[in-house]
């Protein structure tokens, strides 16, 4: 794994090939709360080696203990939480030799990953 930074925000490659966990960069204001910038795909773009160019980005609510699923995309995809924290697994079903080979991270707040 690689840890890297190109800015503000950390960046660190995982086990599974072409995925990457972004720390956001945190704007802390009080009172008024915060501010989170998730990313910067220019910023990204040269962690990267080439301009990651997402065709779009989903939120998802969700109340605790409950599981979701994803599902296999032929494309980038922008994976954030906005309030607390997920248990993730990323696993590689592209075929050749990293096929079957599982990543497991926290996303959000909670920082054991």
């Known amino acids: 794994m690689i840890n890297k930074r190109t800015g503000p925000r950390e960046y660190k490659e995982i086990d599974v090939l072409g995925a990457v966990l972004i720390r956001p960069q945190i704007y802390k204001s ?3 709360g915060e ?3 998730p990313v910067d795909f220019t910023e990204l773009g040269y962690f990267l080696g080439y301009r990651f160019d997402p065709r779009s980005m989903y939120t998802i609510w969700s109340p605790k203990g409950v ?3 994803g599902h296999l995309e032929g494309r980038s995809k922008l994976v954030t939480v906005v ?3 997920a248990f993730y697994v990323l696993v590689d079903l ?4 990293g096929q079957g080979l599982a990543h497991t991270f926290y996303l959000g707040e909670d920082t054991r990953a």
């Open 30 to 32: 009080k009172p008024a």
């Open 94 to 97: 592209r075929p050749g030799d």
């Open 35 to 37: 501010l989170a910038e």
């Open 67 to 69: 599981i979701r699923g």
């Open 83 to 85: 309030k607390g924290s």
